[in-house]
């Protein structure tokens, strides 16, 4: 460095009007950057040698404001290497430097690297000489720039967040260092601002908090009383405020249209920020249409001025929109099936009405024998696109609380799979679930894909399937994790099985082999003989299993077989 005022370095030397001192004996290349328009240009730097006040053969060099000129060395000895400077030009990150001046009318650009100009949509003509405030607009957030001038007034280096604004009006989220360059003597001479668009980043993690506060905020409506009214005012509320999250600016309301989903219609929440003055705003509207084409309700956007309607991210609010379609449904159905539960026993479980072309499926749950009325063994059968989905699961304990458990894991389970959550995501909410319930459960899902041959299963501390067919029977070597309740962060490996035509998979909970002083392995054993020469249409398979168990726990049963046309078998309804 110089201890003139001019910011050189081997290579480069950026002049501004007056900086012309400590240049002296230094060879210039080229202009770099030609003045602005209005300003005095200069065309014969093209060699000779700098003296004094840029005295040249030829000449005299013109202070003209703005000027980025080449050189090839520093008179004072203090000069940076020339690949300094080529790194900033050829850096990804966007740079600015600019003078010291903080008192009014500020600072000004005396270099910007292409990143920057990327970043921007500025050309570097059009910024230097000027204010960095022209980046600046009405979503700058000023608190912010107090601290930048406090900083940079006492000495210390700033880094913080805001919006700037390109070229073309279209604001941006930026994050943004600031150092100061000294002289000598100590004192700031330049500052060099490094600089970088975070709205990728910002709007992800505002996405991702939305989307934990639906998953817990599901899971409360879950467990709470059999008010139905609360526990959608309840996800309503988080949704909108999941909504206004990722929006950031304005007011959120969120709409019901379908009356089935409950009595109450609508729940509003309240962005960060929003005008004082409610004229001439703008709104955004995102339908909330579940994954069946079918339009739920709306999430609105209101009260936005035209510049933070710019800001929304239409993509994110929409992601939104389709998730809290699922839950919303997930809690409606839910809801519907707590009612069933408590009304009747049989009732708790779902019920098959068809199985997809080409499969076979039959369940069974049936109650045990001693204890209370109510248990926790359930299962589910939910078809996708590509797969039939297969879920059996035990709750420990009986009674009420063992049924309110089922009925949400049942519910979030379906709600999950439906919204197109990874595996290990919704074996993350079910470990939730079951650690606000205090309780634990275990579990086997499998994925039937319906274009191939191949079965995924997974299980958490669940027994193994049963597959079966002209081979005989044998269990699947499953790989499982501890019951849900009890993860700790696991993650749920997946057991690849095949399936192929006339053979059949069958899901149970522990009712249908455990006896009474008998080890488990025996029952395991028992159930793999008799279906090893097991034959005939699958319900007769799984009433036969049935009637060989011991009657004391409840019981759970789903099977399924793959059929070589659809024409071959018509499935049969389940008892």
């Known amino acids: 460095m110089s201890s003139g005022r001019g910011l050189h370095f081997d290579g480069y030397f950026l002049l501004n009007e007056g900086w012309l001192d400590g240049a002296g004996g230094s060879t210039v290349r080229r202009v770099v950057d030609q003045p602005q328009q209005g300003q005095t240009q200069t065309s014969h730097f093209s060699g000779g040698t700098c003296s004094g006040a840029f005295d040249q053969t030829g000449g005299t060099v013109s202070a003209d404001r703005g000027t980025l000129f080449e050189i090839d060395t520093i008179a004072d000895g203090h000069a940076l290497p020339r690949v300094l400077i080529a790194a900033l030009e050829e850096t990804s ?15 000004t650009i005396v270099y910007v690297n292409p990143a920057y100009s990327q970043m921007t949509r500025r050309d570097r003509a059009d910024v230097i000489g000027r204010s960095p405030r022209i980046m600046q607009g009405p979503l700058t957030d000023r608190s912010v720039l107090d601290r930048l001038r406090d900083d940079l007034s006492a000495g210390r280096p700033f880094s913080g967040e805001t919006i700037n604004y390109r070229a073309d009006g279209e604001p941006f989220h930026i994050a943004w260092s600031i150092d100061p360059v000294l002289d000598d003597h100590g004192v700031a001479t330049h500052y060099v601002a490094t600089q970088r668009d975070v709205t990728a980043e910002v709007v992800a993690e505002r996405v991702r908090l939305a989307e934990e506060g639906l998953d817990t905020a599901l899971v409360d409506a879950l467990g709470s009383p059999s008010d139905t009214e609360a526990a959608l005012a309840l996800l309503l509320d988080a949704v909108a405020v999941g909504a206004g999250r990722v929006a950031g600016y304005g007011t959120a309301e969120v709409t019901l249209r379908d009356p089935a989903l409950g009595p109450l219609q609508a729940s509003v929440g309240t962005s960060a920020e929003s005008p004082a003055n409610l004229e001439d705003t703008v709104e ?8 069946d084409g ?5 999430i609105t956007i209101g009260n936005l001025r035209a510049d933070e309607r710019n800001m929304i991210d239409r993509p994110s609010l929409n992601r939104v929109a389709e998730r809290a379609a699922a839950v919303i449904t997930g809690l409606a159905e839910y809801q519907r099936q707590r009612r069933t539960a408590l009304r009747l026993q049989e009732a708790m479980l779902p019920r098959v009405d068809a199985a997809p072309d080409g499969f076979e499926i039959a369940s069974r749950y049936l109650p045990g024998d001693v204890g209370v009325y109510v248990g926790g063994d359930w299962f589910d059968v939910i078809e996708t696109a590509t797969a039939i989905v297969l879920v059996v699961g035990d709750v420990s304990g009986h009674g009420i609380d063992a049924a309110t458990t089922m009925a949400r894991l049942q519910t979030l389970t379906a709600a999950e799979i439906r919204a197109g ?37 997974w299980s958490a501390g669940h027994l193994p399937p049963v597959r079966f067919g002209s081979d005989g029977a044998t269990l699947v070597a499953v790989s499982p994790i501890p019951p849900l309740g009890h993860l700790r962060g696991e993650q749920p490996t997946a057991t690849t099985t095949p399936l192929s035509d006339g053979e059949s998979l069958l899901f149970f909970t522990d009712g249908l082999v455990e006896r009474r002083g008998e080890p488990l392995p025996e029952g395991l054993d028992r159930l793999c003989a008799a279906l090893g020469h097991a034959a005939g249409p699958l319900d007769d398979i799984v009433d036969s299993v049935i009637a060989s168990r011991s009657a004391e726990d409840d019981t759970a049963v789903v099977a399924v077989r793959r059929h070589p046309s659809a024409d071959e078998h018509e499935p049969p309804s389940p008892r």
């Open 93 to 107: 990150s966007p740079v600015c430097i600019t003078t010291a001046d903080l008192d009014a009318p500020g600072p």
């Open 284 to 291: 955004v509207r995102i339908p909330m249409t579940r994954v």
């Open 294 to 298: 079918v339009t739920i309700g709306s």
């Open 421 to 457: 959550r990874p595996i290990d995501q919704i074996f993350d909410v079910l470990d939730r679930a079951c650690r606000d319930d205090a309780t634990m459960a275990t579990m086997t899902l499998a994925m039937i894909s319906t274009d191939s041959e191949d079965a995924l299963i």
